[in-house]
C-alpha cells in the first residue's frame, strides 16, 4: 500500500491520503489529464464520539467532516441521516493512519468515568475510561493544528486533579498549548444550564482565547411550543412551593435555572431531586440528562401556563430538547421513540458552544 501512494506522490497526484488499496490502484490507472485536484480550501475536521454531531452542526458552515465514529449503533444512523456521513463504529479498531488529512480534531469522549453521576474510575474504566488514549493515537498519526475535547466538569476535579494532569502533559509532550476552561451552554444563547469543560490544544501555537460570556440570558420559553396540550400526571405527588416561586415568569438575569416548586411524593414523602423539581421557563433550565428519574425526568419538569396556585405543569417534547441544544426543529431521528431521542440529547454537547468556540479557532488556524 504505501509503494501505491509513493507512486502517487512520485506523478504528483493529489488526494491520495486515506485512500483504501482499491481507490489508489483506481488514482493510478487514470489519464494525468482526468485525475481532478481538490479544490476546496476549507479546514477539516473529525468528529470522534460524535454522538448526535453537535459538533458539525457548529462547523458545518465553515469546516468540512471527513471522518465520524461512536459506539453507538443509533446515534451512527441518526449522524447519518442528519448529515449524510456514515460515522465508523468502535474508535478502538481505527487504523488512524489510513484517516484523511484533517486541521481540527473533535472528541467529546465518554464521560461516564468521571461524571459525579458515574462510576468516577476514571482511567481505570477498561471500557470507557481509557478511550482518551485512542484519542492520542490519532493524534500521533495525524497532528491535527487544533484539537477541542470535551468532557464534563468534574473532569477538571477527578481523582484530586491528577486526571486533567495527566492529560495536559500528554498533549503539551506532543507540541500542544493547552487551555481548558468549564463553559456554561447558558452563557452562549442557549436556554439551558449545562456546564461542561473545554480542553483546547493548538500545535506549537498560542493558548487558545475563551469567548466572553453573553450578557443577554435566554429563556426557555424561547423553545417553548405553545401548541403542546400534554400535561404531566400528577397522580401520587404534591407540589411544594419554594421561595423563588413569588418570581415565576420574571426575566432571569442570570445563568441559573429557578425552582418553583419541588414535587414530592404523597407516599415516602420525598422529593426535591432534579427530576423531582418544577422549573420556572422564565429562567434557563436545568441540565437535561440522559438517565435521570422521576416524574420530571431527563428533561425536568416545567410551569408553562395556569396559575401559582394551579400551574400548568409538563416535561419537555423532543423538538424543544432540540431547541435547548441548539439543533434545527427540523433534525432528524429516524425510527427513534421520544424517550430514546431524549437520551441521546441527555448524552449531547450544545451546539451553541463549539459555535461560540469557531472564531477562536479560525484565529489558531489562521497562526499555525
Not at 481509557?130 to 468534574?154: G, Q
Not at 498560542?206 to 440570558?217: G, M, R, Y
Not at 420556572?280 to 419538569?301: E, N, Q, R, Y
Amino acid at each position: 500500500m504505501q509503494a501505491l501512494k509513493d507512486e502517487c506522490k512520485k506523478r504528483g497526484i493529489k488526494g491520495y491520503s486515506g485512500k483504501t488499496k482499491a481507490e489508489l490502484v483506481k488514482l493510478l490507472e487514470q489519464p494525468v489529464n482526468e485525475i481532478v485536484e481538490p479544490t476546496a480550501t476549507r479546514p477539516r475536521f473529525i468528529d470522534l464520539f460524535c454522538g448526535l454531531g453537535a459538533f458539525h452542526s457548529a462547523f458545518a458552515a465553515d469546516f468540512d467532516c471527513v471522518f465520524a465514529c461512536d459506539i453507538d449503533e443509533g446515534a451512527r444512523a441518526i449522524y447519518k441521516a442528519n448529515y449524510g456521513l456514515e460515522p465508523a463504529a468502535d474508535i478502538r479498531e481505527v487504523d488512524a493512519a489510513a484517516l484523511p488529512d484533517f486541521e481540527i480534531l473533535c472528541a467529546g469522549f465518554p464521560c461516564q468515568p468521571f461524571s459525579i453521576a458515574g462510576n468516577q474510575e476514571g482511567f481505570k474504566d477498561q471500557e470507557k475510561g481509557n478511550l482518551f488514549f485512542d484519542v492520542l493515537r490519532i493524534m500521533d498519526a495525524k497532528r491535527p493544528k487544533v484539537c477541542i475535547l470535551e468532557n464534563v466538569k468534574n473532569l477538571e476535579t477527578h481523582d484530586e486533579g491528577r486526571t486533567f494532569k495527566r492529560i495536559k502533559m500528554e498533549l503539551e509532550k506532543r507540541g500542544y498549548t493547552v487551555s481548558a476552561k468549564v463553559l456554561n451552554a447558558a452563557n452562549y444563547g442557549s436556554p439551558q444550564a449545562r456546564q461542561r469543560i473545554f480542553i483546547m490544544g493548538v500545535l506549537g501555537g498560542p493558548a487558545f482565547v475563551f469567548p466572553e460570556p453573553h450578557k443577554t440570558i435566554v429563556p426557555v420559553s424561547s423553545i417553548i411550543d405553545p401548541t403542546v396540550t400534554a400535561v404531566w400526571n400528577s397522580t401520587g405527588y404534591t407540589l411544594v412551593p419554594m421561595p423563588s416561586v413569588g418570581l415565576a415568569g420574571q426575566a432571569a438575569t442570570v445563568a441559573k435555572p429557578r425552582i418553583l416548586y419541588n414535587v414530592v411524593s404523597d407516599k415516602t414523602k420525598r422529593g426535591g431531586r432534579q427530576g423531582e423539581r418544577v422549573y420556572d421557563t422564565a429562567a434557563v433550565g436545568i441540565t437535561i440528562c440522559a438517565s435521570s428519574g422521576g416524574p420530571g425526568a431527563k428533561t425536568g419538569l416545567y410551569k408553562v401556563g395556569g396559575t401559582v396556585n394551579a400551574p400548568t405543569v409538563r416535561r419537555l417534547t423532543v423538538k424543544e430538547g432540540l431547541g435547548m441544544f441548539g439543533f434545527p426543529a427540523t433534525y432528524k431521528f429516524p425510527g427513534v421513540g421520544a424517550e430514546d431521542a431524549l437520551f441521546y440529547l441527555g448524552n449531547s454537547i450544545v451546539v451553541n458552544v463549539p459555535t461560540a468556540l469557531l472564531a477562536g479557532v479560525k484565529a489558531c488556524l489562521a497562526y499555525s
